[in-house]
């Protein structure tokens, strides 16, 4: 049972566009939020994070919105460049035994077209 | 530091070969994580450990899987007997109660 959802395997934006990812949830105990981008042959490496009582965090090209009511969350980069091209995952984590455990979803490519 | 390390990086094998995987994480993490990514799946937690102590295993998809972490610095990942549907890329990951670091993965091909 995916309790991280990303519909959208893949993704393609002209340069200079806005790439917009989307990830659905639905455990209600998850209450930080975070993506994940990954390069070919390489292992996923953070990006940004939100914490659940926020909704909104930008971080330079990339701006992550949390909708807890819809248990949705989406990633914005703006404007999009081809070396965003990638795999990004979005995750989830809740406290477990004193630790943030974190759920992955399935990850979505985004290809940015020069 | 080199960061997360992993090895081999890609491991091909027949069905029924017993396979090991390896890790070293950062030093100076005190927790690692092992995943498999699948097209289906993306990134499953297998088990994770705090001080080289297991602590949640119930990703662990059956008893052909084991995973050992002897001391802070190695852990293995094993997989007896192996069957087509483990081939898979396997990441280990570490983390200081923060944002875990990824190694760059091993690519498990059982044929």
């Known amino acids: 049972d995916q309790q991280v959802k990303q519909n959208s395997p893949s993704l393609s934006v002209q340069e200079g566009r806005i790439s917009i990812l989307n990830c659905d949830y639905t455990n209600s105990m998850f209450d930080y939020f975070l993506w994940y981008k990954k390069y070919p042959a390489e292992g996923p490496t953070f990006l940004i994070s939100i914490s659940s009582i926020k909704d909104k965090n930008e971080d330079g090209r990339f701006t992550v919105f949390l909708n807890k009511s819809a248990k949705h969350l989406s990633l914005h980069i703006v404007p999009s460049q081809p070396g965003d091209s990638a795999v990004y995952f979005c995750a989830a984590s809740e406290n477990s035994g004193g630790y943030q455990k974190v759920t992955f979803g399935t990850g979505t490519k985004l290809q940015v077209i020069p | 530091d080199a960061g997360v390390i992993q090895s081999p990086r890609h491991e091909v094998t027949e069905m029924g070969q017993e396979v090991t995987l390896r890790c070293k994480p950062i030093s100076g993490h005190d927790y690692l994580f092992w995943y498999r990514q699948t097209m289906m799946r993306g990134l499953e937690l297998l088990i994770y450990f705090n001080n080289n102590v297991p602590i949640d295993d119930s990703g662990m998809p059956e008893d052909r899987f084991s995973a050992k972490m002897p001391n802070a610095s190695f852990s293995t990942l094993k997989i007896q007997p192996s069957e087509p549907r483990d081939s898979a890329v396997y990441f280990c990951?570490?983390?200081?109660?923060?944002?875990?670091?990824f190694g760059p993965g091993t690519r498990l091909t059982v044929l």
């Open positions: 990951a570490s983390s200081s109660r923060g944002e875990q670091f």
